[in-house]
């Protein structure tokens, strides 16, 4: 089972953590069952970019990037080359390490 590193971030995951998800879940859907609430405004439907992360190792062993979250990228905080939608990033079997960028375009969002 691949394993998360999650990069600390001050609100989500202020520590950093490692977690581990079955191949073929998403980044998002593996934090979430995980205790850390990143932002996902659109309920994993790729179509925010409120998710938004950089993957720092592992980039080449997630899924292809579709058009769709391509186009949604270019409007990311902070997009690096390695910048993915968690919910379109699906696990394969390696080890990923991400961090969540420290803003998103959501400025206004509720809490829980």
């Known amino acids: 089972m691949p394993v998360i590193k999650v990069l ?6 202020p520590e950093g953590t490692t977690i581990s998800a079955p191949a073929g879940t998403s980044i998002c ?13 659109c309920e994993l439907s790729c179509a925010c970019t409120t998710c938004h992360v950089v993957v ?3 980039y080449e062993s997630l899924g292809e990037l579709d058009e769709s979250e391509e186009d949604l ?3 990311a ?11 379109q990033a699906i696990l394969a ?10 803003y998103t375009i959501n400025h206004a969002r509720e809490k829980n």
């Open 8 to 13: 600390p971030h001050a609100e989500y995951c």
């Open 29 to 41: 859907e593996a934090l979430l069952e995980n205790d850390i609430p990143i932002e996902h405004a």
């Open 56 to 58: 720092r190792e592992g």
């Open 73 to 75: 990228l270019d409007r």
């Open 77 to 87: 905080w902070g997009l690096e080359p390695t910048s993915r939608l968690s919910c």
């Open 93 to 102: 079997q390696r080890d990923v390490t991400i961090e969540i960028p420290k």
